[in-house]
C-alpha cells in the first residue's frame, strides 16, 4: 500500500483551498461544542480511562449525538415488536429483511431527511432517496419499489409552495435516474410543517432469502475499502444539525448540505451487487450520517473487532481536509466494503468496469479499537463499542399536557352543509385530498414494467418476474390525529396501513417507522412520543406485524415551534398469487357495491371534514377497534383470494364520500360512477364524512353478491349493500332523498385537478 | 424461421434493458442479449434497440455523453447496413446526438418529468416500429421523460413530414391530435419519428411498459409485434 | 424611454461553489477522459444568464444585475456567480 497521490479532482479544484475545520479540540468546553452534555462528557472520560484527544471527542460528538445514538428513543423502541418466523433482519443493521417466499426476502425501511430539506428541498430530499436506497442495496437486495411521506406547511404560502416543489423535483430526479419506480407515499398540509417540513423516504428490494449481506467484519486481517465518490466537505455535522433546533441561523447552516448525484448511485449499485453474487465481500456498510465514523465503528462492533485506517489514502475531492471532515464527511454515494482476504483483484476489476474508485483505507484488527491515523501518526484508537453502544439511554420525563384528555367534537353538534354537492367538490378539490397527480406524475412509477397497482391505490404493488407472489406496501400516518390523542393516532397508523395492505388482497409480514418529533428534552414531547409507541405497539401486536427496523426524527423544532407528533408507518405485505390482487376502482357498470365494517359513529374529531369547513384540527380521532380491524382484513383478503371482489377501497380521510370519488377514476384515464342510496339513522355527516376506521367499499358481480354475505358472515363482518355501480356520476339518495349528484366532469375537475391549483397558486 | 437476434444496448444509466429485454423474450419470443457500451462490436445481431434510462445521468444533455461509447461505432455500422436500429425515450435522444436521427429534444413545456399514459396514433408504416400497424391506428402507451419536447427547424420539419418520418403523434383517445394531449410541447405532436431510409426509429413512449393485462395496457405489444415482422420481412 | 435610462446588457455567470460536489462536471470529465483528444483535466459545469436591464447608467445596471443574481440566480446554499459587463 503506498501513500495516495493527492486524487485527481483535488488537484484541479479552482480557487483558494479553504482552511479545513479541524473540530472543537479537546476537553469539556469543545465537548459542550459539540453537543455533547457535561455527563455525557464524563461518562465518555470514564469508559475511556482518559480523557478524549481532539478527533476522538468528534467521533463521540457524532456517535453520541441524538440522531446516531438514539439515546431519547432506544428504551421505548424496544417495546415494538420486533420478531416473526418469517424476520431474517431486524432493526439494526441497515434495513430490516423478511421471508416473502419462492426463496425470496423483502429488505426495506423507511427514514427522514427532514432537516436537510428545509435548508434546500432539492438536494435535501434528493438525498434522503439516496440514503434508504443504499440501505437497501449494502444487504445485498436490487431495489425494486420507492415510497414517500411529504408534510408541508399550507399551500397557500408561496414558500411552501416553492418547498414542495423543490422536494417533489428532487425526490424525482433520484429515484428516476436510479430506474426504481415510485409506486405510493403520502403528502399532507399543515401549519406546524411550514418552518418545519418532513421527508420520509422508503425503499423496498429484493433479496435471496439465503444471501443477505451483513454490516459485520467477520476476519482480522481482511482489508477495508472506501468505494464509490470521493470525500468532500459536504455535510460536516449533518448527525449533529439533526440532533439540534433550527434558530434563526439555519442560513448560516447552509454549507453543509449535500448534493446527490443519482447516476453515480446507479454505478455504485450495479458494482455491488455484481460483486455481492460472488464471495468477495464480508461485510458492506453505507456511508451516512457522520459518514467514516460511523460506518467503520458499526462495522467492527458489530463483529467483535477493529479497524484500523490510513486518512491519507481516503481518496477526496477538496484540498486541505482535516482529520475531523474525513471522518465526519458525509458526502453521498459512498460506501465502505469489507473484502475477504484474496478478493481485492476482485474487487478493483468489477468497480473499474463501472467507472468507480476503489480504494484499500485500512483493514480489520482483533483488538477492538478504531484506530485512525494520518499521515503516519495515530489521531485516534477508541474502543468501537464505546462509540456504537455506550451512548447513555435516557428516560426522559414525560408531562401530560394540561389541555388533556381532548374533547370528542360529535357530528350531530355541527351544522350540516348547506349545498351538499359544494361540500363534496370542496373535500374532494382540497389539498389535503385531492388526488396526488401532480406529484406522482413527476415519479416513474412504470419502470421495471412490474407495478400492478400506480400510485393512488391504496397501497402500490410491484410484481417480480418469473414468481407468482407480488408484494404490497403503504406508508401512512395522520398527525392530526397523533397531535390530539397521541395513542389512538400510534394505533390509526398503523391500523391504516394494516387496512390499505387487506384491501388490495395482501398479508402484511413486516412493517418499518419513522417518528417525527420535535424536542425529546421537552417532557410534553416525549409524553406525545411515548404515547405514540405504546398505542403502535398495541396495534402490531395485535396484528401481529413485526417492526424490522426505522428511524427517529426529533428536533424538528424551529424557533421553539415543533411538528405535530407525526409517526409514518411503511407496511409491507404479500400476495401470494399476483393474479389476486384488486383494485381501487369500480370496474363495470351493473356491480353491486357493499360498505362493509363496523357504523360509522358520530364522532367528527380531527377530521379532514373539520379541517376544510371549520378551519379546525381539534377533536379526539375516532376510537379504533383492533379486532374489528383484524376481522375486516380477514374479510377482504378472503373475498379477494376467491375472486370475488371487482374492487376494495378502505375508508379513512374524508370518509365514505372521498373514497366514493377515489373509486370513480381509474389510472389509465377510464370513468365508473355509481348510484348510491343510504338507509341512516343517525347524522349524515358522520356516515358521509366520518372517518371512523376499519370500514372498506367493496364491489362485486351480481352473481357473487351471495357468494360475498357469506364470506363476510363467517368473517363477522356486518356488510350492507350501499349501492349499484353505473355511469360517469356519482348520486346519493339519503333514506329515499336525493342528497349528491355530481357529474363525472366536475368531480374530475376537484379532484384530479385541486392539489396541481393549490400548487400553482390559482385555487 | 430463424429468430431475430436483438442487441440491447446499455450504458451506464440506462435502466430499462430489463424491459425491453424481457418483452422481446416473452411477447415476441425472439433473441435478445445485453451488450454493455465498452463493446466494440455488434457481430452476429440483427438489430439493435436502445433502451429508455439516464445514460451518464443525461449529464450535460440526455444522451449527449453516449455517443462516445465504444459500442456506438457498430451501431453507426448496422444502421448504416440497414438493418433495424431502435431506440426508446433515452434511446431516441441517444439517437438525435449520434445523428442517426433528426431533431433534438428540449425539456418538456411544464419542466417537470411527466409519467403517465398517453395516446398515439401511427402515422407510418415503413419502420421496425410500426411495420404491424394500421396507419391511423390509436395506441394507449406510457410516457416517462423529463426531456422528450421534439425540437427541429421549420425547414426540417416540412421535410420530415413531407417524407413520411413521422411514425406517431400524441392524440386524444378518439385519434385527435392536440395540444392537450401533448405531454411535453413537441412539435407538430410528433412522439417518434425514423430515418430516411426507414431502418432507424424511435419514439419517447414506452410500449416496454405496456405488454400485458397486468401492467394497465398490452397496446406496446403492437410495437414489438412490429419488430418482429419488419425483421422477418 | 423614461427619461435618461437605456438598455445595458449585462451577463451573469452562476457556478458551483468550489466545494460543492459536481456530478455533472466530473461526469462529462470522465466521458471525455475516454475519448483520445478530449481529455480534461477537470469540468465544473455552471449556468449563463445574458441579461438586458434599464438603468440611469453601467453602475447602475451592474449594481442591478447583482441583485437580480443574488436573489434569484443564484442558490447562496450551492452557487457563487460573476457579473460580467456592461
Request: proline share 6%.
Given at each position: 500500500m503506498t501513500t495516495a497521490a493527492p486524487?485527481?479532482?483535488?488537484?484541479?479544484?479552482?480557487?483558494?483551498?479553504?482552511?479545513?475545520?479541524?473540530?472543537?479540540?479537546?476537553?469539556?468546553?469543545?465537548?459542550?461544542?459539540?453537543?455533547?452534555?457535561?455527563?455525557?462528557?464524563?461518562?465518555?472520560?470514564?469508559?475511556?480511562?482518559?480523557?478524549?484527544?481532539?478527533?476522538?471527542?468528534?467521533?463521540?460528538?457524532?456517535?453520541?449525538?441524538?440522531?446516531?445514538?438514539?439515546?431519547?428513543?432506544?428504551?421505548?423502541?424496544?417495546?415494538?415488536?420486533?420478531?416473526?418466523?418469517?424476520?431474517?433482519?431486524?432493526?439494526?443493521?441497515?434495513?430490516?429483511?423478511?421471508?416473502?417466499?419462492?426463496g425470496l426476502a423483502a429488505v426495506f425501511k423507511v427514514e427522514s431527511h427532514n432537516h436537510p430539506t428545509y435548508i434546500e428541498p432539492y438536494q435535501g430530499a434528493a438525498t434522503g432517496v439516496g440514503g434508504i436506497l443504499r440501505d437497501v442495496f449494502t444487504m445485498g437486495a436490487r431495489p425494486v419499489a420507492l415510497m414517500n411521506s411529504l408534510r408541508f406547511g399550507p399551500?397557500?404560502?408561496?414558500?411552501?409552495?416553492?418547498?414542495?416543489?423543490?422536494?417533489?423535483?428532487?425526490?424525482?430526479?433520484?429515484?428516476?435516474?436510479?430506474?426504481?419506480?415510485?409506486v405510493g407515499g403520502e403528502v399532507a398540509f399543515e401549519a406546524c410543517y411550514a418552518k418545519n417540513p418532513l421527508v420520509n423516504a422508503f425503499a423496498l428490494g429484493i433479496a435471496p432469502a439465503d444471501r443477505i449481506f451483513r454490516a459485520r467484519a467477520e476476519r482480522a486481517g481482511d482489508p477495508v475499502f472506501c468505494v464509490g465518490a470521493k470525500t468532500g466537505r459536504d455535510g460536516i455535522h449533518g448527525a449533529s444539525m439533526a440532533s439540534a433546533e433550527f434558530g434563526e441561523d439555519a442560513e448560516a447552516k447552509r454549507p453543509t448540505v449535500q448534493v446527490g448525484d443519482p447516476f453515480l448511485e446507479k454505478l455504485l449499485l450495479e458494482a455491488c451487487l455484481e460483486l455481492m453474487r460472488g464471495d468477495a465481500l464480508a461485510a458492506v456498510q453505507d456511508m451516512g450520517a457522520a459518514g467514516l465514523t460511523c460506518s467503520t465503528a458499526e462495522t467492527a462492533a458489530r463483529g467483535?473487532?477493529?479497524?484500523?485506517?490510513?486518512?491519507?489514502?481516503?481518496?477526496?475531492?477538496?484540498?486541505?481536509?482535516?482529520?475531523?471532515?474525513?471522518?465526519?464527511?458525509?458526502?453521498?454515494?459512498?460506501?465502505?466494503?469489507?473484502?475477504?482476504?484474496?478478493?481485492?483483484?476482485?474487487?478493483?476489476?468489477?468497480?473499474?468496469?463501472?467507472?468507480?474508485?476503489a480504494v484499500p483505507i485500512g483493514g480489520v484488527t482483533d483488538d477492538g479499537l478504531l484506530r485512525v491515523r494520518q499521515s503516519g501518526l495515530s489521531v485516534a484508537a477508541v474502543p468501537c463499542r464505546?462509540?456504537?453502544?455506550?451512548?447513555?439511554?435516557?428516560?426522559?420525563?414525560?408531562?401530560?399536557?394540561?389541555?388533556?384528555?381532548?374533547?370528542?367534537?360529535?357530528?350531530?353538534?355541527?351544522?350540516?352543509?348547506?349545498?351538499?354537492?359544494?361540500?363534496?367538490?370542496?373535500?374532494?378539490?382540497?389539498?389535503?385530498?385531492?388526488?396526488?397527480?401532480?406529484?406522482?406524475?413527476?415519479?416513474?412509477?412504470?419502470?421495471?414494467?412490474?407495478?400492478?397497482?400506480?400510485?393512488?391505490?391504496?397501497?402500490?404493488?410491484?410484481?417480480?418476474?418469473?414468481?407468482?407472489?407480488?408484494?404490497?406496501?403503504?406508508?401512512?400516518?395522520?398527525?392530526?390525529?397523533?397531535?390530539?390523542?397521541?395513542?389512538?393516532?400510534?394505533?390509526?397508523?398503523?391500523?391504516?396501513?394494516?387496512?390499505?395492505?387487506?384491501?388490495?388482497?395482501?398479508?402484511?409480514?413486516?412493517?418499518?417507522?419513522?417518528?417525527?418529533?420535535?424536542?425529546?428534552?421537552?417532557?410534553?414531547?416525549?409524553?406525545?412520543?411515548?404515547?405514540?409507541?405504546?398505542?403502535?405497539?398495541?396495534?402490531?401486536?395485535?396484528f401481529s406485524v413485526p417492526i424490522t427496523g426505522g428511524n427517529v426524527?426529533?428536533?424538528?423544532?424551529?424557533?421553539?415551534?415543533?411538528?405535530?407528533?407525526?409517526?409514518?408507518?411503511?407496511?409491507?405485505?404479500?400476495?401470494?398469487?399476483?393474479?389476486?390482487?384488486?383494485?381501487?376502482?369500480?370496474?363495470?357498470?351493473?356491480?353491486?357495491?357493499?360498505?362493509?365494517?363496523?357504523?360509522?359513529?358520530?364522532?367528527?374529531?380531527?377530521?379532514?371534514?373539520?379541517?376544510?369547513?371549520h378551519r379546525r384540527t381539534d377533536g379526539r380521532p375516532p376510537r379504533p377497534d383492533l379486532d374489528a380491524e383484524l376481522r375486516l382484513a380477514g374479510f377482504l383478503r378472503k373475498a379477494a383470494r376467491r375472486g370475488l371482489s371487482r374492487s376494495a377501497k378502505d375508508i379513512s380521510e374524508g370518509g365514505l364520500l372521498q373514497a366514493l370519488v377515489e373509486s370513480v377514476f381509474a389510472p389509465d384515464g377510464a370513468r365508473c360512477g355509481a348510484a348510491i342510496d343510504l338507509e341512516l339513522s343517525s347524522s349524515p355527516l358522520a356516515a358521509l364524512f366520518g372517518e371512523a376506521p376499519a370500514r372498506a367499499l367493496v364491489s362485486v358481480r351480481r352473481r357473487d353478491a351471495d357468494a360475498l354475505a357469506r364470506v363476510a358472515e363467517r368473517a363477522e363482518v356486518a356488510l350492507a349493500r350501499v349501492g349499484i355501480v353505473g355511469g360517469e356520476d356519482l348520486n346519493v339518495r339519503i333514506n329515499g332523498a336525493r342528497a349528491i349528484r355530481l357529474g363525472g366532469d366536475a368531480l374530475w375537475d376537484a379532484f384530479g385537478h385541486g392539489l396541481a391549483r393549490a400548487v400553482q397558486g390559482t385555487p | 424461421?430463424?429468430?431475430?437476434?436483438?442487441?440491447?444496448?446499455?450504458?451506464?444509466?440506462?435502466?430499462?434493458?430489463?424491459?425491453?429485454?424481457?418483452?422481446?423474450?416473452?411477447?415476441?419470443?425472439?433473441?435478445?442479449?445485453?451488450?454493455?457500451?465498452?463493446?466494440?462490436?455488434?457481430?452476429?445481431?440483427?438489430?439493435?434497440?436502445?433502451?429508455?434510462?439516464?445514460?451518464?445521468?443525461?449529464?450535460?444533455?440526455?444522451?449527449?455523453?453516449?455517443?462516445?461509447?465504444?459500442?456506438?461505432?457498430?451501431?453507426?455500422?448496422?444502421?448504416?447496413?440497414?438493418?433495424?436500429?431502435?431506440?426508446?425515450?433515452?434511446?431516441?435522444?441517444?439517437?438525435?446526438?449520434?445523428?442517426?436521427?433528426?431533431?433534438?429534444?428540449?425539456?418538456?413545456?411544464?419542466?417537470?418529468?411527466?409519467?403517465?399514459?398517453?395516446?398515439?396514433?401511427?402515422?407510418?408504416?415503413?419502420?421496425?416500429?410500426?411495420?404491424?400497424?394500421?396507419?391511423?391506428?390509436?395506441?394507449?402507451?406510457?410516457?416517462?421523460?423529463?426531456?422528450?419536447?421534439?425540437?427541429?427547424?421549420?425547414?426540417?420539419?416540412?421535410?420530415?413530414e413531407d417524407r413520411g418520418q413521422v411514425l406517431f403523434r400524441y392524440c386524444d383517445a378518439a385519434g385527435r391530435a392536440s395540444g392537450a394531449a401533448n405531454p411535453n410541447g413537441s412539435r407538430n405532436h410528433i412522439a417518434g419519428v425514423r430515418n430516411e431510409r426507414g431502418n432507424v426509429a424511435a419514439l419517447m413512449p414506452h410500449p416496454d411498459r405496456a405488454y400485458e393485462p397486468a401492467l394497465g395496457g398490452t397496446d406496446?405489444?403492437?410495437?414489438?409485434?412490429?419488430?418482429?415482422?419488419?425483421?422477418?420481412? | 424611454m423614461s427619461g435618461g435610462t437605456s438598455v445595458f446588457g449585462v451577463r451573469v455567470l452562476v457556478r458551483l461553489r468550489p466545494s460543492v460536489y459536481d456530478p455533472q462536471g466530473e461526469t462529462i470529465r470522465r466521458a471525455l477522459d475516454a475519448v483520445p483528444g478530449l481529455e480534461a483535466e477537470a469540468v465544473r459545469q455552471g449556468k449563463m444568464f445574458?441579461?438586458?436591464?434599464?438603468?440611469?447608467?453601467?453602475?447602475?445596471?451592474?449594481?442591478?444585475?447583482?441583485?437580480?443574481?443574488?436573489?434569484?440566480?443564484?442558490?447562496?446554499?450551492l452557487e457563487d456567480f460573476t457579473v460580467e459587463g456592461p
Open positions: 486524487p485527481k479532482s483535488a488537484r484541479t479544484v479552482s480557487g483558494a483551498v479553504a482552511r479545513g475545520y479541524e473540530g472543537p479540540g479537546a476537553g469539556l468546553e469543545a465537548a459542550l461544542e459539540s453537543g455533547l452534555t457535561r455527563e455525557e462528557y464524563e461518562r465518555i472520560v470514564e469508559r475511556l480511562g482518559r480523557s478524549p484527544r481532539s478527533l476522538e471527542l468528534g467521533l463521540f460528538g457524532a456517535m453520541w449525538s441524538e440522531h446516531c445514538s438514539y439515546k431519547s428513543s432506544r428504551l421505548h423502541l424496544a417495546r415494538f415488536p420486533t420478531e416473526s418466523p418469517r424476520v431474517l433482519e431486524g432493526p439494526g443493521e441497515n434495513a430490516g429483511a423478511v421471508a416473502i417466499g419462492e399551500l397557500t404560502d408561496p414558500k411552501n409552495r416553492a418547498l414542495l416543489t423543490g422536494a417533489v423535483a428532487g425526490i424525482a430526479n433520484y429515484g428516476n435516474s436510479m430506474g426504481i419506480p415510485t467483535g473487532l477493529g479497524i484500523e485506517m490510513e486518512l491519507d489514502l481516503v481518496p477526496r475531492r477538496e484540498r486541505g481536509m482535516t482529520g475531523y471532515e474525513l471522518m465526519l464527511s458525509e458526502s453521498q454515494e459512498r460506501m465502505l466494503l469489507v473484502v475477504r482476504t484474496g478478493f481485492e483483484d476482485e474487487v478493483r476489476r468489477v468497480f473499474t468496469k463501472w467507472d468507480l474508485d464505546i462509540l456504537t453502544d455506550d451512548a447513555p439511554a435516557y428516560d426522559r420525563p414525560a408531562e401530560t399536557p394540561g389541555w388533556w384528555p381532548e374533547p370528542e367534537v360529535a357530528a350531530s353538534d355541527l351544522p350540516e352543509p348547506v349545498d351538499w354537492n359544494e361540500a363534496v367538490l370542496c373535500l374532494a378539490g382540497s389539498p389535503g385530498l385531492a388526488s396526488r397527480r401532480w406529484v406522482y406524475e413527476q415519479y416513474d412509477h412504470m419502470v421495471r414494467s412490474d407495478t400492478l397497482a400506480r400510485p393512488g391505490a391504496d397501497a402500490g404493488v410491484v410484481r417480480i418476474k418469473g414468481k407468482r407472489l407480488a408484494l404490497a406496501m403503504s406508508l401512512d400516518g395522520n398527525s392530526r390525529y397523533t397531535a390530539r390523542d397521541p395513542r389512538r393516532g400510534g394505533t390509526l397508523a398503523v391500523c391504516d396501513g394494516f387496512r390499505n395492505l387487506a384491501a388490495v388482497g395482501a398479508l402484511p409480514v413486516g412493517a418499518t417507522n419513522c417518528l417525527n418529533f420535535g424536542n425529546p428534552e421537552k417532557p410534553r414531547v416525549m409524553w406525545r412520543f411515548r404515547n405514540v409507541v405504546e398505542g403502535m405497539r398495541e396495534a402490531l401486536e395485535a426524527s426529533f428536533y424538528n423544532e424551529t424557533e421553539g415551534e415543533g411538528v405535530f407528533p407525526t409517526p409514518v408507518v411503511g407496511m409491507v405485505g404479500i400476495l401470494e398469487d399476483a393474479g389476486t390482487l384488486v383494485v381501487q376502482h369500480f370496474r363495470a357498470a351493473g356491480d353491486l357495491l357493499f360498505l362493509a365494517g363496523a357504523p360509522p359513529g358520530d364522532t367528527m374529531g380531527a377530521s379532514e371534514y373539520l379541517k376544510v369547513f | 424461421m430463424r429468430r431475430t437476434r436483438f442487441a440491447v444496448l446499455v450504458f451506464p444509466g440506462t435502466n430499462c434493458e430489463g424491459d425491453v429485454l424481457h418483452a422481446i423474450r416473452t411477447v415476441i419470443r425472439q433473441d435478445a442479449e445485453l451488450v454493455w457500451h465498452k463493446e466494440g462490436s455488434l457481430d452476429g445481431f440483427d438489430a439493435a434497440v436502445v433502451p429508455g434510462g439516464f445514460a451518464h445521468g443525461d449529464y450535460l444533455r440526455a444522451g449527449s455523453l453516449a455517443r462516445f461509447s465504444p459500442v456506438m461505432t457498430p451501431l453507426a455500422e448496422m444502421a448504416a447496413s440497414g438493418r433495424a436500429v431502435v431506440g426508446i425515450c433515452n434511446g431516441f435522444q441517444i439517437l438525435q446526438e449520434a445523428g442517426l436521427l433528426p431533431g433534438a429534444m428540449l425539456r418538456n413545456r411544464s419542466l417537470t418529468y411527466v409519467c403517465r399514459d398517453v395516446w398515439l396514433r401511427a402515422e407510418d408504416r415503413s419502420s421496425p416500429l410500426t411495420a404491424a400497424l394500421d396507419e391511423g391506428e390509436v395506441l394507449r402507451i406510457p410516457v416517462g421523460h423529463a426531456e422528450g419536447n421534439f425540437h427541429v427547424s421549420d425547414a426540417a420539419l416540412a421535410a420530415l406496446g405489444v403492437r410495437l414489438f409485434e412490429s419488430l418482429a415482422r419488419w425483421n422477418a420481412s | 445574458e441579461l438586458e436591464v434599464r438603468a440611469a447608467d453601467a453602475a447602475e445596471a451592474r449594481a442591478r444585475a447583482e441583485t437580480i443574481a443574488r436573489r434569484a440566480l443564484a442558490n447562496p446554499v
